[in-house]
C-alpha cells in the first residue's frame, strides 16, 4: 500500500514540475520580455530606437541601454506624458494624434526635474571625465609681455609756420641730444623778412607822428605797430629777436628755430639747404629719462588691475636686473582684434640703459582672493545668456546646474553661486559642448521620454546612399569569392589606424601633406586617408599634424614630441 503511495506521489511531482515551469517560470519570461530593449548614441544621446541601427546623425552603432528599473523592483507609475508635449499628461495609457504611445513618469523621476539618465556603456563611449569641486586661493597676478615707449608728455615736433630753406642746420644726425634753447636750424623765408620789414615801418611811421597833436593818428600808429609785432609773434619769432629788430633796425634774411626741451633727437626728417613748406614735421624730439611701458591686458585679467597695481618688470637684454612699477592709467578703450585693454606704466631711465620699443616680461600683483569653490574652464558651458556646469549625481544621473563664475586665473573660473565644495562635476563630454542646441535637446527628451523610433527616422540623403553603396558592396562579396580577401585587406587596414602605446604622429603621414584624419571619438584611430573609424564606425575628420597632437595630449594619448 505504501509504496503505491509513493509511486502515485512521484508521478503528481512529476507532472507538477513542468507545469509549474510552463506557467510560473514561462509568465516570468514573458514578464521580463515585455520590458522594451531601447537603443541609443553615445555621440548623440537624444537619438533613441527600439531596435538596433545606425546613428541617422554621425552613423555611429546604437548601443543598448540597461533597464536598471529590476534593481528596486517594480517601480510605480504616477502619471502618463505626451512624448510630443509633455505638459499634457493623463492618468491612464493611450496614444496621441500621431499614434505615439504616452510615456509613464514613475514616482522616483517626478522629483528630479532636469535630470538626464545616461547608460555607463554609454557614459564610457562619451569619454566622460569627472572632478571634485575644491575650494581654492587662485591667483591674482597677471603676467603679460609689454613694451617700451616714450612719455608723450615729454615728446614735441619742430615745424614752421612759414614756407622757406634751411640755410643752416645745427642737428647732424638722429640720436642727438638737445638741451632747451639750443639751436635747431636757421631758416630762409621771404614771408619772414617781409614781416621784418613791416615792423620796421610800423616803427618809422610811429616815430613820424610822435610830435601830432591828434591823438586819432598816434592811436593808428600805435595800432600799427601792435599788429606788426603780433604776426612776426604767430611765426614763431622769438620776443629777444623781435626786440633785438627794434634796437638795430636791421633785418635778418633768416630766422632761428631752438629746442624747446632737452631731449633726443628721435627723426630727423630734413637736410641742409633744403626746401621746406609750412606745417611740415622737421625734427621729433623726446626725453628718454621717464619711459612708459604698455602692457596688454585680456579681458577676461582686466578685474585683477587697477591703478596703483604694483608691477615687477624685466627685460631680456638685461638677465638678473628687475625693475618696479605701478600702473598709473588704463586705456578706456578694447582692442576688437585681440580682445585685450592697454595698461601704462611709468618707468624711470636716468642712466639710459632702457630704449624705446624694448620688449619687457610684466608681473602685475592684483587683489588678494579669498578661497572658493572653483571649477576648470573646459567645465563650463556658454549658452550666451547664462553658464551652465553638468553636475554628476552619481547612479549615472546628470543635471545641468546654472552657475555665477568669478575671477578666471590658470585655467580656473571662480564660482561664487551654484556649486559648493564636494560637487562632482563633468569635464570631458563632447555631446555636451557641440552646440547648446544639442544640450537643449538631450535634456528636453530624457525630461519627456521621447523615443525616435528606427521606423520614423529621416535618414539623411548622402548617409541613405552611402548605406546603399555598402549593402551592394556586400551583397557583392557574397557572390565573388575575391571579396573574401578584400575584407581580409580590410581588417588588416582597420587594425593598422588604430595606434597604441606612444604614438608617432608624423610617421603616419605617408604623403607629407601635413594633414591626417582622426576618429573625434577614439582619438588613437589614425589615418593617412578619410574613411571610417573600425571601432565605432565613425567617419573621421581631417585635422592638421598639430592638432592631433593636441587631441592626443588632451585626452590622455602618448606621442612623440
Not at 3 to 29: D, E, M, N, Q
Not at 198 to 226: G, V
Request: proline share 5%; net charge negative.
Amino acid at each position: 500500500m505504501n509504496k503505491k503511495i509513493l509511486i502515485i506521489i512521484i508521478i503528481a511531482v512529476a507532472i507538477l514540475i513542468p507545469v509549474y515551469f510552463l506557467f510560473i517560470a514561462g509568465g516570468s519570461s514573458d514578464t521580463a520580455s515585455g520590458e522594451k530593449q531601447l537603443y541609443t548614441c553615445g555621440m548623440h544621446p537624444q537619438i533613441i530606437s527600439d531596435e538596433p541601427g545606425i546613428c541617422p546623425i554621425c552613423e555611429m552603432k546604437l548601443v543598448p541601454i540597461k533597464n536598471t528599473n529590476q534593481k528596486s523592483g517594480e517601480r510605480k507609475i504616477l502619471y502618463y506624458r505626451n512624448p510630443m508635449n509633455p505638459s499634457v499628461i493623463s492618468d491612464h495609457p493611450q496614444k496621441d494624434e500621431m499614434g505615439m504611445d504616452y510615456v509613464p513618469v514613475y514616482e522616483d523621476e517626478a522629483g528630479a526635474e532636469g535630470v538626464v539618465t545616461i547608460d555607463p556603456q554609454v557614459q564610457q563611449n562619451m569619454n566622460i571625465k569627472t572632478e571634485i569641486v575644491e575650494n581654492k586661493k587662485l591667483s591674482s597676478q597677471v603676467t603679460t609681455n609689454a613694451v617700451l615707449v616714450t612719455d608723450e608728455t615729454n615728446e614735441y615736433i619742430v615745424t614752421t609756420k612759414v614756407d622757406g630753406w634751411v640755410e643752416k642746420l645745427y642737428v647732424n644726425y638722429t640720436g642727438q641730444q638737445v638741451s632747451k634753447g639750443a639751436k635747431l636750424m636757421d631758416i630762409y623765408s621771404p614771408m619772414l623778412v617781409s614781416a621784418q620789414q613791416e615792423l620796421l615801418t610800423a616803427l618809422s611811421y610811429q616815430s613820424s607822428l610822435n610830435a601830432s597833436s591828434l591823438e586819432e593818428i598816434k592811436n593808428s600808429s600805435n595800432e600799427m605797430l601792435k599788429n606788426a609785432v603780433r604776426k612776426l609773434q604767430l611765426l614763431n619769432v622769438s620776443d629777444s629777436e623781435i626786440e633785438r629788430l627794434k634796437q638795430t633796425r636791421e633785418v635778418k634774411t633768416y630766422v632761428t628755430l631752438y629746442a624747446q626741451n632737452s631731449g633726443t633727437v628721435l627723426e630727423k626728417n630734413i637736410l641742409e639747404g633744403q626746401k621746406i613748406m609750412a606745417g611740415e614735421p622737421l625734427l621729433r624730439i623726446a626725453s628718454l629719462a621717464n619711459l612708459w611701458l604698455t602692457a596688454e591686458i585680456y579681458e577676461y585679467e582686466i578685474p585683477k588691475v587697477t591703478i596703483g597695481s604694483k608691477a615687477e618688470i624685466n627685460f631680456d637684454y638685461l638677465p638678473g636686473k628687475t625693475y618696479q612699477g605701478k600702473i598709473s592709467f588704463i586705456y578706456p578703450t578694447l582692442d576688437e582684434q585681440s580682445r585685450t585693454v592697454k595698461v601704462r606704466i611709468d618707468v624711470p631711465n636716468s642712466k639710459g640703459e632702457l630704449k624705446p620699443s624694448m620688449f619687457a616680461n610684466v608681473v602685475i600683483d592684483g587683489p588678494a582672493l579669498k578661497p572658493t569653490p572653483v571649477i576648470p574652464e573646459n567645465a563650463v558651458i556658454r549658452t550666451g545668456k547664462t553658464d551652465i556646469v553638468i553636475v554628476d549625481l552619481g547612479d549615472g544621473k546628470f543635471k545641468p546646474q546654472q552657475v555665477k563664475l568669478g575671477i578666471y586665473s590658470e585655467g580656473y573660473y571662480q564660482v561664487l553661486n551654484g556649486l559648493s565644495e564636494g560637487n562632482k562635476i563633468v569635464t570631458s563630454a563632447q555631446f555636451l559642448i557641440d552646440s547648446e542646441s544639442n544640450l537643449k535637446a538631450a535634456v528636453n527628451q530624457f525630461q519627456s521620454g521621447a523615443v525616435t523610433h528606427s521606423s520614423d527616422r529621416t535618414e539623411i540623403p548622402e548617409m541613405k546612399d552611402d548605406k546603399e553603396k555598402t549593402r551592394d558592396d556586400k551583397q557583392k562579396t557574397k557572390t565573388e569569392m575575391p571579396g573574401m580577401k578584400k575584407n581580409e585587406e580590410e581588417h588588416n587596414h582597420s587594425s593598422s589606424i588604430v595606434h597604441q602605446g606612444m604614438i608617432d604622429v608624423e610617421s603616419i603621414d605617408k604623403n607629407k601633406d601635413g594633414k591626417l584624419w582622426e576618429c573625434p571619438m577614439d582619438w588613437n584611430v589614425i589615418s593617412d586617408e578619410s574613411g571610417r573609424c573600425p571601432l565605432c564606425n565613425m567617419k573621421l575628420k581631417e585635422y592638421s599634424i598639430a592638432e592631433i597632437k593636441a587631441n592626443l595630449n588632451k585626452y590622455g594619448f602618448e606621442y612623440k614630441k
